[in-house]
C-alpha cells in the first residue's frame, strides 16, 4: 500500500485551515462567497482522498 497516494498532509491542511468553519453556500454567502467556494472545493478533495484512504484500507482487513 502507498500511503503517498492518499494525501494525508492535505487532508490535515484542510483541518488545520478550515477547522470550526461553517459552510454556506455560495449562492447565499454575500461577500464570503470566494472564500465559500474554496472551502467547498477544499473539502471536497479532502473527503475523496479520506474515503480513498478508508477504501483501501478496508480492503486489507
Do not use: C, H, W
Amino acid at each position: 500500500m502507498k500511503t503517498n497516494n492518499f494525501r494525508f498532509a492535505q487532508i490535515v491542511d484542510f483541518f488545520s485551515k478550515y477547522s470550526g468553519a461553517e459552510y454556506i453556500k455560495p449562492e447565499k454567502a454575500g461577500t464570503e462567497k470566494e472564500y465559500m467556494e474554496t472551502l467547498y472545493k477544499q473539502g471536497s478533495e479532502a473527503r475523496k482522498n479520506f474515503i480513498n484512504f478508508a477504501k483501501q484500507t478496508s480492503r486489507r482487513i
